[in-house]
């Protein structure tokens, strides 16, 4: 039988918890997974494309309990950065109903671009179901303390980024 790849892709403006849980999931059920670390243009992120590549990166190296996980970088359509790495399957963590009209016209689009890639959705352990990246920015800007929702290597880089 093929290998059993699967595509985690994001932003990851930081990774959080949430994502991790998300990549564990997958992790049990496929082979091998690729944390693909993406550009979504409608969005100003707060670190650049190199930072959030190498972050999660080192989130995902420094978690013993992620074997057979890789990150790389996409460059242009996710679709046929999956097929590049023979990957079959793209999954997304889905955290409330507010996500769903997102997510489907997304998996739609990427069908229509590429109907060999299947789209397949996780929902995340029910304490991360809130969790979002600029949630976490949020509270960090205000002072807040995030060590529950980000590891802690994403910590070290949010006070070296904003000099705190
Ligand atoms: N736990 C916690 N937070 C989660 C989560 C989980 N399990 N799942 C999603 N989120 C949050 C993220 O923190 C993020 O929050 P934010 O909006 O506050 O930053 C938000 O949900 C979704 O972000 P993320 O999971 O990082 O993905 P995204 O929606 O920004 O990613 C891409 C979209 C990168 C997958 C998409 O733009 C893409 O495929 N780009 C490549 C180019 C391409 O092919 N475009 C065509 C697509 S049809």
Not at 4 to 9: C, E, F, M, Q, S
Not at 133 to 141: G, L
């Amino acid at each position: 039988m093929d290998n059993r790849i699967a595509v985690v892709p994001g932003t990851f403006d930081p990774i959080t918890n949430g994502h991790v849980d998300i990549i564990k999931r997958a992790q049990s059920i496929f082979d091998h997974v690729i944390v693909a670390v993406a550009t979504n243009s409608s969005k100003i992120p707060l670190f650049n494309f190199k930072e959030r590549l190498m972050i999660t990166r080192e989130v995902i190296n420094a978690n013993p309990c992620l074997k057979n996980v890789e990150v790389k970088g996409v460059n242009g359509l996710l679709v046929d950065f999956a097929k590049n790495h023979g990957a079959k399957v793209i999954v997304r963590g889905l955290r409330a109903v507010s996500d769903f009209e997102y997510e489907l016209q997304m998996a739609f689009m990427n069908r229509r671009l590429n109907k060999n890639v299947e789209i397949m959705y996780m929902m995340p352990y029910i304490k991360f179901s809130f969790l979002s990246s600029s949630i976490v920015k949020e509270i960090f800007y205000n002072k807040g303390d995030i060590s529950q929702f980000v590891p802690e290597i994403v910590i070290k880089h949010m006070k070296d980024k904003l000099k705190y």
